[in-house]
C-alpha cells in the first residue's frame, strides 16, 4: 500500500510555470506505475502524464504534451510535474495517482492540489 501526497500548486500566470511534487510513502514507491490526473469544475477527471516504475516511459494527452514533463526520484519515493507555458485552461485540481501496472485500476489517490492559472 502506498499513501501519496501533493504539494507545489498554487496561483500563476498564464505562460508561467510549476513544478508539482507527489510524495510517496512506504517501500514499494518503485513497483508503481505512477500518473498525474487533474479535474476542472464541471469537467472529468483527466490524465495528463504518467511514468513506468525505472522512468524511462512516460506519456501524455495531446492538451499537455510539449509543455508537461514528468518525472521520478524512486530514491526520494517522489514524483514531479513540471509544468510550462500554462494556459488558463489548465486550471484544475491535480491528483498523482499510482497502479500496480499498465492497465490496472489507479488504485491510490492524493488528495490533489489547486493549480489557477489567470489570464
Known amino acids: 500500500q502506498v499513501q501519496l501526497v501533493e504539494s507545489g500548486g498554487g496561483l500563476v500566470q498564464a505562460g508561467g510555470s510549476l513544478r508539482l511534487s507527489c510524495a510517496a510513502s512506504?517501500?514499494?514507491?518503485?513497483?508503481?506505475?505512477m500518473g498525474w490526473f487533474r479535474q476542472a469544475p464541471g469537467k472529468e477527471r483527466e490524465l495528463v502524464g504518467s511514468?513506468?516504475?525505472?522512468?524511462?516511459?512516460?506519456g501524455y494527452p495531446d492538451s499537455v504534451k510539449g509543455r508537461f514533463t514528468i518525472s521520478r526520484d524512486n530514491a526520494k519515493n517522489t514524483m514531479y510535474l513540471q509544468m510550462n507555458n500554462l494556459k488558463p485552461e489548465d486550471t484544475a485540481v491535480y491528483y498523482c495517482?499510482?497502479?500496480?501496472?499498465?492497465?490496472?485500476?489507479?488504485?491510490?489517490w492524493g488528495q490533489g492540489t489547486q493549480v489557477t492559472v489567470s489570464s
Open positions: 495517482a499510482a497502479r500496480s501496472t499498465y492497465g490496472s485500476p489507479w488504485d491510490y
Open positions: 512506504g517501500r514499494t514507491f518503485s513497483t508503481y506505475v
Open positions: 511514468i513506468s516504475w525505472s522512468g524511462v516511459n512516460t
